[in-house]
Nanobody, 123 residues
Framework: QVQLVESGGGLVQAGGSLRLSCAAS????????MAWFRQAPGKEREYVAV???????YYADSVKGRFTISRDNAKNTVYLQMNNLKPDDTAVYSC?????????????????WGQGTQVTVSS
């Protein structure tokens, strides 16, 4: 079965940086689509970034120019580098895996999820 283990969340001041990691196991990592979503208190889960099997990346408008998604297939790990963090970035960030073809940005289309890691940005 697929397992996703996340790490790297924490408390940071506005303007600071964090890097989230998500280690995957249970299937061929290079052949799946990986994404990050986030959910702030009182809000619905929203798409943040996605990386395809070919390495192509896509971002939500709210994080373009500040966040970078990447993957290391040898380590079965996907990363989210977050720079110039803002208080509005405060949320639980979750890693997700899609085992079917086609890049999507809707949470319900992803098959497996990590437990989530809290990111808190203070002003």
């Amino acid at each position: 079965q697929v397992q996703l283990v996340e790490s790297g969340g924490g408390l940071v001041q506005a303007g600071g940086s964090l890097r989230l990691s998500c280690a995957a196991s249970g299937r061929t990592f290079s052949s799946v689509i990986m994404a990050w979503f986030r959910q702030a208190p009182g809000k619905e889960r929203e798409y943040v970034a996605v990386i395809g099997t070919n390495g192509f990346t896509y971002y939500a408008d709210s994080v373009k120019g500040r966040f970078t998604i990447s993957r290391d297939n040898a380590k079965n790990t996907v990363y989210l580098q977050m720079n110039n963090l803002k208080p509005d970035d405060t949320a639980v960030y979750s890693c997700a895996l899609k085992n079917r073809m086609g890049i999507t940005t809707t949470a319900k289309t992803y098959d497996y999820w990590g437990q989530g890691t809290q990111v808190t940005v203070s002003s």
